[in-house]
């Protein structure tokens, strides 16, 4: 058994990369640390949701700074994500960040948030209630399992 702060650390790691623009598989490790009783459900919660958030003020900051670096071999957007996003983001506004939570979709929105220059407590807030209801109703649906 690796404890309880092993398996939040890892829940950390899986939550903030699914956040960024690598991929994760946070939400199993959610629910597979809730069916074990590895920690209090509200402590999990706490956790995935704060690493979470977290990669997605790392892919806002990145937006911040894309114009610099968006034709670089190693930039982690594609173009087409990026326009994707940004034609969401036209769209929809602010209220398109309550997708990012989306796979496929939400990276890159939170990355073009940044390129928009989307205020960062208005990004942060949104983001963070998107976030915590994802993984709030991954606990929901695993505490019915």
């Given at each position: 058994?690796?404890?309880?702060?092993?398996?939040?650390?890892?829940?950390?790691?899986?939550?903030?990369?699914?956040?960024?623009?690598?991929?994760?598989?946070?939400?199993?490790?959610?629910?597979?640390?809730?069916?074990?009783?590895?920690?209090?459900?509200?402590?999990?919660?706490?956790?995935?949701?704060?690493?979470?958030?977290?990669?997605?003020?790392?892919?806002?900051?990145?937006?911040?700074?894309?114009?610099r670096f968006r034709d670089r071999r190693?930039?982690?957007?594609?173009?087409?994500?990026?326009?994707?996003?940004?034609?969401?983001?036209?769209?929809?506004?602010?209220?398109?960040?309550?997708?990012?939570?989306?796979?496929?979709?939400?990276?890159?929105?939170?990355?073009?948030?940044?390129?928009?220059?989307?205020?960062?407590?208005?990004?942060?807030?949104?983001?963070?209630?998107?976030?915590?209801?994802?993984?709030?109703?991954?606990?929901?649906?695993?505490?019915?399992?």
């Amino acid at each position: 058994m690796i404890g309880e702060a092993g398996a939040l650390w890892g829940l950390a790691v899986s939550a903030f990369t699914s956040a960024t623009l690598l991929p994760g598989t946070s939400e199993a490790v959610l629910a597979a640390l809730h069916a074990s009783r590895a920690a209090d459900p509200l402590l999990l919660l706490a956790v995935a949701s704060l690493a979470n958030t977290a990669g997605s003020c790392v892919n806002w900051l990145m937006g911040v700074f894309v114009t610099r670096f968006r034709d670089r071999r190693w930039f982690p957007a594609s173009p087409d994500q990026i326009a994707r996003a940004e034609a969401w983001y036209a769209r929809y506004g602010l209220w398109s960040l309550l997708l990012s939570w989306v796979p496929v979709i939400g990276d890159p929105l939170t990355v073009v948030a940044g390129v928009l220059r989307v205020p960062f407590l208005v990004f942060l807030a949104i983001v963070a209630i998107a976030k915590t209801a994802r993984y709030a109703f991954v606990l929901f649906l695993a505490g019915l399992i």
